[in-house]
């Protein structure tokens, strides 16, 4: 499936933003699947959520150095926020900002 959005949410590897990330997307999402964690070779970890014709891929890549999201939905109001242009993943300071949906 072909990923048009590609967003560098952090640029450098961070397990705990990488898991705020999924927890954003499981919130803003909540009908879509989410696959079990995958872990590569190299410690990457790659959370995949997908719901009919869609899929969103998020990324700690260890070969890039980054926190990444791939996706073939636009995510710019969920990462940005709608009007305030703040990355909502780094606004999220705790677990406890997050529904308890999402935390499961």
């Known amino acids: 499936m072909n990923k048009p959005y590609d967003y560098t949410i952090n640029p450098t590897n961070s397990p705990e933003v ?3 990330t ?3 997307i499981e919130a803003s ?3 879509m699947k ?3 964690l995958l ?3 190299d410690g990457s970890t790659i ?3 997908g719901e009919e014709d869609h899929e969103i891929i998020v990324y700690d890549d260890y070969d890039i150095g980054a926190v990444i999201v791939k996706s073939d939905v636009d995510l710019s109001d969920v990462i940005n926020g709608p009007q305030t242009g703040t990355r909502k993943i780094r ?3 705790s677990y406890s900002d997050i529904p308890a949906a999402a935390q499961a």
């Open 47 to 49: 959370q995949i959520f």
């Open 29 to 31: 999402f909540p009908g």
């Open 34 to 36: 989410k696959d079990e």
């Open 22 to 24: 999924c927890s954003l």
């Open 91 to 93: 606004s999220i300071e």
């Open 18 to 20: 990488f898991k705020r």
């Open 39 to 41: 872990i590569d070779v």
